[in-house]
């Protein structure tokens, strides 16, 4: 069997400087991982991978970018391409991502809540420097860190921003993330038949070595890893091997 190539994008969360795991967005469910990200990062970094996705829980919270001095750190002492989300509502939050040394902005909620906005970065940064996220609870979109579930369709919401150029876009399934249960294929399957072109980046539920073999062969051109990782389920040494194409 031939699998296309798929990238491995390792999670690094943060909550007061430190990689922490939220179990399904739940801040009172937290696992401190180590007080060092650029360590994680260095770790993932060594064994080959090239991509990382780095969330501000803070930020998140807080509606302001509040742990971008992690990114500073992260990006001056590595060579990974960072996408980094967490907290990004106003231009000075854009600018202080990109001058951190972000390669792309991850824009969730307020892609749904402020439409407006969101294309005018679109067009004053380039889509190219955004990365879409959505949180999906029964092919709706959710938002409020997941506390609150919209009537948007998933495929509505990912058409409408392929026509604004969004070219890369992570998904969530926020009744799978963090429980270590698997990922939704069948979701992923559907938004992949629908928009054969779309960079789509499965999110949520790995679990795992063969849920990102079936990510791999459904067509995701990459998986983000987080907990899976950190719990010990997956090695660092798997991670590298799939994301070389083994």
């Not at 150029?165 to 979701?187: A, H, M, N, R, W």
């Not at 070595?209 to 062969?217: M, T």
Request: aromatic share 8%; proline share 2%; charged share 20%.
């Amino acid at each position: 069997m031939t699998y296309n190539p798929m990238q491995i994008i390792p999670a690094i969360d943060i909550i007061d400087g430190k990689c922490v795991r939220l179990t399904q967005g739940d801040y009172g469910q937290k696992t401190i991982y180590n007080e060092n990200p650029l360590e994680v990062a260095l770790a993932f970094e060594g064994a080959g991978l090239q991509r990382l996705h780095l969330v501000d829980l803070d930020g998140a919270k807080a509606g302001a970018v509040k742990n971008w001095k992690v990114l500073e750190s992260i990006a001056s002492k590595t060579s990974l391409v960072i996408d980094f989300g967490g907290g990004i509502k106003k231009e000075e939050d854009v600018k202080v991502v990109f001058n951190s040394g972000a390669a792309l902005a991850t824009i969730g909620s307020l892609a749904v809540k402020d439409e407006a906005t969101f294309v005018q970065w679109l067009a004053a940064w380039g889509a190219d420097k955004f990365l879409l996220g959505a949180d999906v609870k029964d092919e709706k979109i959710a938002v409020a860190g997941w506390l609150e579930t919209t009537d948007i369709n998933i495929y509505d919401f990912i058409a409408k921003y392929l026509q604004n150029g969004i070219q890369q876009v992570f998904c969530t399934d926020v009744s799978k993330d963090g429980l270590l249960q698997g990922p939704s294929v069948e979701l992923y399957k559907n938004i992949l038949t629908q928009f054969t072109a779309l960079h789509f980046i499965a999110s949520g539920g790995v679990a795992t070595l063969d849920d990102l073999y079936e990510l791999k062969q459904i067509g995701c051109k990459g998986a983000i890893v987080g907990k899976a990782f950190y719990e010990g389920r997956i090695t660092l040494k798997e991670l590298q091997q799939i994301n070389e194409g083994k």
